[in-house]
């Protein structure tokens, strides 16, 4: 039942450079409650380029990144009852947590009260650092562990255990799956083409808002989107003046937060999904109005589950561009630059030998 020898191959930063090159390591034996997966493909998601460069001050290095994993059960505990070897399965942002606080119960895992374990650089329960989906495989408690739909193919399903659930999750909290009602997405990348394409599915008018009038074409032709704002156009920013229901901000970059408050209507809410530098406005933006502003991070267990669900009934998939792990550090230094059509994915299976 597993091994402490190095058998694991994966792609780690060593130092704040961020640059990614072969590591071998060792995972930790199957446990009871474990299923052990074989990595057919990872998603590339912004947070390879925080933690790999030390953004947050907290990087453990070697990190070993990847938290969008899909792949096939290779080996089940004994206790395991959910999943069986050669079953489609994923893991997203979390592998652990108390299990027994409210929001555990709940299915909402990732708002652990002691705190989740991330899938990589993060101390789990045993003492041992979590290495991510840049690998050839991983073992995980079966409960953070998510059934792919077979007809689902894997690649295009690694971008919604982060960027999917992530914009799904607050959408389904805020109810912004009403048919009929108002979505304004602030940026267009692999957390708000998702936006739009679960605000089409539900039904929703989408107004996408960006910096680039590079990115109109794509919004409505591609994406499907209903309207395009260049946001520093003011012209085109009043004239959608309280006509949103809901916005999702998925913008990293620093932007301004009064000229997006004013664009809701009473009683409308901003959910921030990306992270800016800061968030500052006016009260008079949520005051007047009884407008509100949230934040969101992926999503639980119960979320996740549904939202795989319902892409596979709507046939909702993301954009991606698959690339060999080889190429993964050029392909960061693209997504640095938003070059890219809206996610990477590695194809592990085929390139990490």
């Known amino acids: 039942m597993g091994s402490a020898k190095e058998d694991c191959l994966g792609y ?3 130092d704040p450079s961020g640059v990614l090159s072969p590591f071998h390591f060792s995972r930790r034996a199957i446990g009871v409650d474990d299923i052990s997966i074989s990595i057919t493909h990872c998603g590339v998601c912004y947070g390879e380029v925080l933690w790999t460069r030390n953004k947050f001050g907290d990087a453990k290095y070697p990190v070993v990144p990847g938290h969008e994993i899909v792949g096939l059960v290779k080996e089940v505990g004994s206790n395991v009852k959910g999943f069986k ?8 942002t979390y592998v652990n947590s108390c299990r027994d606080c409210e929001y555990c119960n709940d299915g909402f895992e990732v708002y652990c009260s002691k705190g989740a374990v991330s899938t990589f650089n993060h101390v789990d329960v045993d003492g041992t650092i979590t290495r991510g989906g840049f690998s050839t495989y991983v073992v995980v408690h ?9 007809d689902y193919p894997l690649a295009l399903a690694a971008p919604l255990l982060c960027a ?3 914009v799904y999750s607050p959408m389904v909290r805020y109810k912004m799956n009403q048919p009929g009602k108002s979505l304004g997405v602030i940026g267009l990348g692999g957390l708000g083409h998702m936006a739009i394409k679960f605000g089409k599915a539900f039904g929703l008018n989408v107004t996408v808002f960006s910096t680039s009038i590079s990115k109109k074409e794509e919004a409505l032709n591609l994406l499907g989107a209903d309207k395009f704002v260049l946001s520093t156009n003011q012209q085109e920013m009043l004239e959608v003046s309280k006509s949103l229901d809901f916005i999702i901000d998925t913008a990293s970059g ?3 937060f009064d000229p997006y408050m004013s664009l809701l209507k009473t009683g409308g809410v901003l959910v921030l999904v990306g992270a800016p530098g800061e968030v500052k406005l006016s009260p008079m933006s949520l005051l007047l109005g009884r407008k509100s502003i949230s934040g969101s991070v992926s999503g639980g267990t119960k979320d996740t589950k549904e939202m795989l669900e319902f892409c596979a009934a709507k046939k909702i998939y993301p ?13 960061i230094e ?3 630059k938003s070059d890219i059509k809206y996610r990477f ?4 299976e085929n390139s990490l030998k």
């Open 142 to 150: 079966e409960r953070y562990c998510f059934k792919i739909p077979k």
């Open 164 to 166: 999917g659930i992530t």
């Open 12 to 14: 780690a930063a060593r």
């Open 319 to 331: 954009e991606i561009e698959v690339i060999p792990i080889q190429y993964v550090n050029e392909a």
């Open 345 to 348: 994915v590695i194809d592990i």
């Open 334 to 336: 693209r997504l640095i």
């Open 85 to 92: 070897v050669g079953d489609h399965v994923g893991v997203g």
């Open 254 to 256: 620093a932007h301004p």
